[in-house]
């Protein structure tokens, strides 16, 4: 389990500020953090050092899903997300640890991500399908650039 990580590398054309607001606000991370096929549900978030949350991933299909949450380790404004993650299903055991680190680069936000100790039973290629799908989903919550009427 300690050596299932994945880490990814992602240039969004879009501020940090918007960016990091994408991962900071439950209802944007409801929408983008599931991947395709899945529905997301933020049940609780306290967005702070020490603070907690909890969600769950529904299979929009069979309706079947998991729930997960943990603690905000470290935050920096528009510069680093850190939390832990843990599955409430006791097979899928230990606790995750997520890095997110956000810079100001020319054409927007480069982020970079590092997801440590992955339950070993979820293979770790399945992980980067399903975060791959999630930066695609948080490129187009965040990239469009939509003028109020």
């Known amino acids: 389990m300690k050596n299932n990580n994945v880490s990814l590398h992602r240039v969004l ?7 990091f607001h994408a991962f900071s606000n439950p ?3 409801a929408s983008w953090l599931p991947p395709y096929g899945f529905l997301g549900t933020v049940h609780h978030m ?17 309706g079947n899903g998991h729930s997960f949450g943990g603690k905000f380790l470290d935050i920096k404004p528009n510069e680093l997300i850190k939390h832990t993650d843990t599955f ?3 097979n899928l ?7 997110i680190s956000f810079k100001k680069v020319f054409c927007g936000t480069e982020l970079e991500i590092l997801q440590e100790g992955i339950p070993s039973v979820i293979p770790a290629e399945m ?3 399903g975060w791959q799908e999630s930066l695609e989903k948080l ?6 650039e939509i003028q109020d009427a």
Do not use: H, Q
């Open 13 to 19: 054309k879009a501020a940090p500020e918007k960016v």
């Open 27 to 29: 209802t944007a991370y």
């Open 46 to 62: 306290d967005f702070r050092i020490d603070g907690s949350y909890n969600m769950s991933f529904t299979n929009f299909t069979t």
């Open 88 to 90: 409430d299903d006791p």
């Open 93 to 99: 055991p230990g606790e995750m640890t997520t890095t």
């Open 127 to 129: 992980c980067y399908l």
């Open 139 to 144: 490129m187009k919550l965040v990239e469009p």
